[in-house]
């Protein structure tokens, strides 16, 4: 399975998180309908950690701009912190 092995060995940096949850969903899928040799299982449980990798980093960079803009709304309302000088 060369476009198997191809895409195993893609860079994920580039996906966005729609894409990489795509991708994902269907590492899972194939996964888990078996009938794939556990050399070419491996490297789809292997391109699926790189991709679940992803998916969280995006979520936690989402997580920090919340917490940023609640921070910051926060301030302005007065009811926050005071921000340092």
Known sequence: MTDQK???TGSEEGLSYEQARAELASVVERLEAGGTSLEDSLALWERGERLAAVCQRWL???RERIETARR???TA???GPEPAA
């Open 6 to 8: 191809t895409s195993a």
């Open 60 to 62: 936690d960079g989402a």
């Open 72 to 74: 910051e709304r926060d």
């Open 77 to 79: 309302a007065g009811n």
